[in-house]
C-alpha cells in the first residue's frame, strides 16, 4: 500500500521560510515524478513544483526563484523549501507521486501572515 505523509508546515511570516518534507513509502520512488501541489481556499488545485527521475524541476511562475524542489530517493522522500514566503503562498500543501494511479498525501497546512 502506497502511502505519503507530509510535514514541515507551519504558520510563519512573510518573508519568511518553510521547508516541506513529503516521505512516500510502499514503492520505491527513483522511477517516478514527484511533485507538490497546493490549494488555496476557494481555488482549485495547482501544481507548484515537480522533480522528474532525472532531477528536472519545473515550477509555476509565481514561486520561481523562491521555492526549489528536490529528492532523495535513497530516503523515499521529496522536499519543498520555501523561501521568501508571502501571505498568498498560505494553501494546503499536497506532496503527489506520479504512478498509475496518482497518489496523493494527505495535506499540510501553510500559512503566512503577520
Known amino acids: 500500500q502506497v502511502q505519503l505523509v507530509e510535514s514541515g508546515g507551519g504558520l510563519v511570516h512573510p518573508g519568511g521560510s518553510l521547508r516541506l518534507s513529503c516521505v512516500v513509502s510502499g514503492i520505491i520512488v527513483r522511477s517516478y515524478v514527484m511533485g507538490w501541489y497546493r490549494q488555496a481556499p476557494g481555488s482549485q488545485r495547482e501544481l507548484v513544483a515537480d522533480?522528474?527521475?532525472?532531477?528536472?524541476?519545473d515550477y509555476v511562475e509565481s514561486v520561481k526563484g523562491r521555492f526549489t524542489i528536490s529528492r532523495d530517493n535513497a530516503k523515499n522522500t521529496v522536499y519543498l523549501q520555501m523561501n521568501s514566503l508571502k501571505v498568498e503562498d498560505t494553501a494546503v500543501y499536497y506532496c503527489m507521486i506520479d504512478v498509475i494511479p496518482r497518489y496523493w498525501g494527505p495535506g499540510i497546512q501553510v500559512t503566512v501572515s503577520s
Open positions: 522533480i522528474t527521475s532525472g532531477g528536472k524541476t
